[in-house]
C-alpha cells in the first residue's frame, strides 16, 4: 500500500521541489583556492596559473574558481598586489632594523637595496609575475598597486631627504625614482648574467658604487 502524502517525509514528497544547482560558494572555498594559486604561482610561477591545476589544488571545480575570481588575470593581479605590498613591508622592516642611531644616508639605502635583492632570491617566481603582468600594460597596475609602489618610493624619498642636492621636493621624488630604478636594473641584470661566483655579492657591489657616488654628490653644499 502506498503511503499518502502526509505520511511520506517533506523530502520525498512529489509535490516538494527538490533543490537545484550547487550549493553557494563559502569564504572557505575562497581562501582555499587563494591558497592553492598562492602555492602555485612560488612555486611555478605564472605558467601554474590555469584553473584546472588550481581547481585540482584546491578541492574545487574549475567552475569554482571562475565563479570565484572572474577570470585567472583577476586572480593574478590579486596575487600581486598581496606579493608587492608584502614587498613594501619588507623593506619597511628593513629600514626599521637599522634606524635609532646616527645611520648615514647611504647606508639606509644600501639596506633597501639589500631588502630588494633578499626578497627577489626568496620570492623569484612571485616576483616575477609581478614584473611581467606590470610590463603588459595599465590592465596590471592596479590604483591599489600604483599606491604601493608610491609608498616604496615614498621610503627612499624619506632617506634622501635630509642630503642638500635633494632639498627641493620635486627633485627628490625624481632622485628616488631614479635610485629605484638603478637598484631594480643591477639586480635584475647581475642576478641573470653575472659571471662572478656570488652574483648576489657582485650586485650589491655594483650598487654600492652607483649609491655610494650618489650620496657623496648629494650631500655637497649647493
Same mark, same amino acid.
Given at each position: 500500500?502506498?503511503?499518502?502524502?502526509?505520511?511520506?517525509?517533506?523530502?520525498?514528497?512529489? +509535490? &516538494?521541489?527538490?533543490?537545484?544547482?550547487?550549493?553557494?560558494?563559502?569564504?572557505? +572555498?575562497?581562501?582555499?583556492?587563494?591558497?592553492?594559486?598562492?602555492?602555485?604561482?612560488?612555486?611555478?610561477?605564472?605558467?601554474?596559473?590555469?584553473?584546472?591545476?588550481?581547481?585540482?589544488?584546491?578541492?574545487?571545480?574549475?567552475?569554482?574558481? =571562475?565563479?570565484?575570481?572572474?577570470?585567472?588575470?583577476? %586572480?593574478?593581479?590579486?596575487?600581486? %598586489?598581496? &606579493? $608587492?605590498?608584502?614587498?613594501?613591508?619588507? $623593506?619597511?622592516?628593513? %629600514?626599521?632594523?637599522? +634606524?635609532?642611531?646616527?645611520? *648615514?644616508?647611504?647606508?639606509?639605502?644600501?639596506?633597501? !637595496?639589500?631588502? =630588494? %635583492?633578499?626578497?627577489?632570491?626568496?620570492?623569484?617566481?612571485?616576483?616575477?609575475?609581478?614584473? #611581467?603582468?606590470?610590463?603588459?600594460?595599465?590592465?596590471?597596475?592596479?590604483?591599489? =598597486?600604483?599606491?604601493?609602489?608610491?609608498?616604496?618610493?615614498?621610503?627612499?624619498?624619506?632617506?634622501?631627504?635630509?642630503?642638500?642636492?635633494?632639498?627641493?621636493?620635486?627633485? #627628490?621624488?625624481?632622485?628616488?625614482?631614479?635610485?629605484?630604478?638603478?637598484?631594480?636594473?643591477?639586480?635584475?641584470?647581475?642576478? !641573470?648574467?653575472?659571471?662572478? *661566483?656570488?652574483?648576489?655579492?657582485?650586485?650589491?657591489?655594483? /650598487?654600492?658604487? /652607483?649609491?655610494?657616488?650618489?650620496?657623496?654628490?648629494?650631500?655637497?653644499?649647493?
Amino acid at each position: 500500500m502506498k503511503p499518502s502524502p502526509a505520511q511520506c517525509p517533506e523530502s520525498a514528497r512529489p +509535490d &516538494t521541489p527538490k533543490p537545484r544547482g550547487r550549493p553557494g560558494l563559502t569564504e572557505q +572555498d575562497r581562501g582555499a583556492a587563494l591558497q592553492a594559486a598562492r602555492k602555485l604561482l612560488a612555486t611555478v610561477g605564472l605558467e601554474g596559473m590555469q584553473a584546472r591545476a588550481i581547481a585540482r589544488e584546491a578541492g574545487l571545480s574549475v567552475g569554482s574558481i =571562475y565563479k570565484l575570481f572572474g577570470d585567472i588575470e583577476a %586572480l593574478v593581479r590579486l596575487l600581486n %598586489l598581496e &606579493t $608587492h605590498r608584502e614587498f613594501a613591508a619588507h $623593506h619597511r622592516a628593513a %629600514l626599521e632594523a637599522i +634606524d635609532g642611531g646616527a645611520v *648615514s644616508a647611504e647606508a639606509r639605502l644600501m639596506a633597501l !637595496a639589500r631588502a =630588494y %635583492l633578499d626578497f627577489v632570491l626568496a620570492n623569484g617566481r612571485r616576483w616575477d609575475a609581478v614584473l #611581467r603582468t606590470s610590463r603588459r600594460g595599465e590592465g596590471g597596475r592596479s590604483a591599489d =598597486y600604483v599606491q604601493s609602489e608610491e609608498g616604496l618610493f615614498a621610503i627612499v624619498e624619506s632617506v634622501i631627504a635630509d642630503l642638500p642636492r635633494f632639498a627641493d621636493p620635486a627633485l #627628490r621624488a625624481r632622485a628616488a625614482r631614479a635610485l629605484w630604478a638603478s637598484v631594480h636594473g643591477i639586480i635584475s641584470v647581475t642576478l !641573470a648574467n653575472s659571471r662572478a *661566483s656570488d652574483p648576489a655579492a657582485d650586485a650589491l657591489a655594483q /650598487i654600492d658604487l /652607483i649609491l655610494g657616488a650618489v650620496t657623496r654628490d648629494a650631500s655637497l653644499p649647493q
